[in-house]
């Protein structure tokens, strides 16, 4: 059974950092692509991060200022998010077994059938 379980969320002023962490089980870590997804209040979910064998891809919105990052032996993937602002408000989702893909001239991450139960994000003005 896949489990992924989200932490590290909390308040933080804008301009501020925060890193959310997702340790999953139940899948072979290392080969899964890895993604980070966020949803404001009244908003759909969106893609924000993934990272693929050596790459990782960005949402232009939190391009420069968000890496992603896993640590295989700890199966456990990270987003490091520096420079909040409000709109970066959000419950975090981690996301498991998807796969990058490129449409309309930017990259994108298909989301897999593996979620997390998120964690709330909230950056205060």
């Known amino acids: 059974q896949v489990q992924l379980v989200e932490s590290g969320g909390g308040l933080v002023q804008a301009g501020g950092s925060l890193r959310v962490s997702c340790a999953a089980s139940?899948?072979?870590?290392?080969?899964?692509?890895m993604g980070w997804f966020r949803q404001a209040p009244g908003k759909e979910r969106e893609w924000v991060a993934a990272?693929?064998?050596?790459?990782?891809r960005y949402v232009d919105s939190v391009k420069g200022r968000f890496a992603i990052s896993r640590d295989n032996a700890k199966n456990t993937v990270y987003l490091q998010m520096n420079s909040l602002k409000p709109e970066d408000t959000a419950v975090y989702y981690c996301?498991?077994?998807?796969?990058?893909?490129?449409?309309?001239?930017?990259?994108?991450?298909?989301?897999?059938?593996?979620w997390g139960q998120g964690t709330q994000v909230t950056v205060s003005s």
């Open positions: 990272i693929s064998g050596g790459y990782t």
């Open positions: 996301n498991a077994g998807g796969g990058m893909g490129y449409e309309s001239g930017r990259y994108v991450y298909n989301a897999g059938a593996h």
């Open positions: 139940g899948i072979t870590f290392n080969v899964n692509a």
